[in-house]
């Protein structure tokens, strides 16, 4: 058997977010988050037992050394170090991720930690407004800085942001709750804003700390596809890019706006307030990597006719109109269709424009999923989606991309971002359902074997 040979040392890994896999949302002194008082419509889970990782974490970390990761793509929850506005931190939030850590470590598999995934304490928005103030820098900064010092030396990678473009849009994460649209996208504008000033903050703190140390962001890459080859739409195509991926990519990278993004901004009046030497922050570090993650792609066409604020924020726009792609496959969970080249186009630029290391963070299929009277989930669609994607990853390589890493999202079976157990990623499935949590027992389904394999031959077979 022939294999497709990935470089040594390709970190195979898989990944999870804190707010959807541990659960406890109210246990070892953790405070309130904003994914924790989000009000998740009837018969949907929420994310206070998610797949209770919390009391599962050594069985969970013990299923990831069989399957052979050499990196966990993790989160912690800022509402579980950082429970209050006092800036103290919480030691038995910290006491939970020196277990977690430490076994990882042990069992010879990488953290690579993500400090803000979605969630953020509850406290700060209601004391201030969350990310609306600029006091939330400093909260974030305070955040980092106490994570770093504290696992200095055992946590090599560190992501500061995960998906600024949706944790900044959805009011259930941010806690911006504004209704009028013109208002709600300024806000938008200027909480990304404070955010690119935060992660600048804290990567120039991170090189005090421990200059060993790695750092970069985690982005929802857009790959947009015109809808037909006129000139009108291959515009807005590449307009819906530079709007919903390189204006936070580019202030990253580069500390400032793609020239597009800003005059855009500045004509619809959602440029954000800007301070006296806050152009020095943004420009006073760069990272070292950029985190990829891929799903799927979209397509769109000219804009005409009016502003449709009927859909999610970032969509909101008359610079682009999203529309269906009708060459790409679809399911019910992908309805945007399943696009594995897309990744590679999509990589492909961002290493063009940035030439930094990458590593793909998230990619997954989602299903529904129950187990099988034989006790396994049988997910073919699932090997498929993640072989498609990893042949990409090969071809990357070969044409010497600094790719240095895949992991699928997710590990377990975690809480949706918002639409529950009904659908499912995970290399392990838990068994709960929307409404009865179970036990949460864990089940390695057949991509997890699969995958077990890949990693071991460090490759795909031909
Ligand atoms: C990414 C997020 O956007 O997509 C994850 O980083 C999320 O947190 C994942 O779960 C899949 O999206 P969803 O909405 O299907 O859970």
Redesign the pocket.
């Known amino acids: 058997m022939k294999i497709k040979q990935f470089p040594e040392g390709f970190l195979w890994g898989a990944s999870t ?1 804190a707010f ?1 896999v541990e659960g406890a949302y109210n246990e070892g002194g953790k405070g309130l988050a904003t994914t924790d008082v989000c009000n998740v419509p009837e018969g949907i889970a929420d994310n206070k037992i998610a797949a209770d990782h919390y009391h599962h974490w050594k069985e969970d970390v013990d299923l990831m050394a069989e399957l052979g990761l050499k990196v966990y793509r993790m989160g912690f929850a800022w509402s579980r170090i950082m429970p209050d506005a006092s800036g103290r931190p919480n030691p038995e939030g910290l006491a939970f991720y020196d277990q977690l850590i430490d076994y990882l470590l042990e069992k010879g598999i990488e953290p690579l930690v993500t400090l803000y ?2 969630e953020c304490p509850q406290a700060l928005v209601d004391a201030f407004g969350g990310w609306k103030s600029r006091k939330m820098i400093d909260f974030y900064v305070k955040y980092a800085q106490i994570c770093f010092e504290h696992f200095k030396g055992r946590i090599k990678r560190w992501v500061t942001v ?2 600024q473009l ?1 944790a900044t849009a959805a009011g259930i994460m941010s806690g911006n709750h504004e209704k009028d649209p013109q208002k709600n996208l300024k806000n938008i504008y200027q909480m990304s804003y404070h955010v690119s000033l935060a992660e600048h903050k804290a990567m120039t703190v991170l090189r005090e700390i421990d200059p060993e140390a790695k750092i970069g962001p985690v982005c ?1 890459i857009q790959v947009v596809y015109p809808q037909t080859s006129k000139t009108e739409d291959i515009l807005a195509a590449e307009n819906a890019e530079e709007l919903m991926e390189f204006y936070m990519l580019d202030m990253s990278v580069r500390g400032e706006y793609p020239p597009y993004v800003a005059k855009y901004l500045k004509e619809k009046g959602l440029y954000p307030e800007r301070e006296p030497g806050d152009a020095g922050v943004l420009k006073s570090s760069t990272p070292d990597f950029i985190g990829v ?1 891929y ?1 799927f792609s979209i397509c769109v066409k000219e804009k005409v006719g009016p502003i449709n604020y009927n859909q999610p924020p970032f969509w909101v726009s008359d610079a682009f109109d999203i529309c269906d792609n009708p060459y790409l496959r679809k399911t019910e969970w992908m309805d945007k269709g399943i696009d594995p080249a897309g990744l590679h186009i999509g990589m492909r630029k961002i290493y063009n424009r940035y030439g930094l290391p990458m590593i793909v963070t ?1 990619n997954g299929m ?1 299903y529904s999923e129950s187990l099988g009277e034989d006790g396994r989930i049988h997910d073919d669609y699932r090997i498929e989606y993640l072989k498609e994607h990893i042949e990409q990853l090969k071809i990357m390589i070969d044409e010497g991309m600094p790719v240095f890493g895949y992991c699928p ?1 997710s590990f377990v079976d975690v809480v ?4 529950g157990f009904a ?1 499912r990623y995970g290399l392990v499935f838990v068994d709960r359902t929307d409404t009865d949590p179970k036990q949460c027992a864990r089940y390695p389904k057949d991509s997890f074997f699969w995958y077990q394999k890949v990693i071991a031959r460090n490759g795909l077979e031909e």
């Open positions: 977010s959807q995934h979605f995960n998906e949706i929802a993650n799903y998230e989602a999202w949706s971002s918002h639409q659908k």
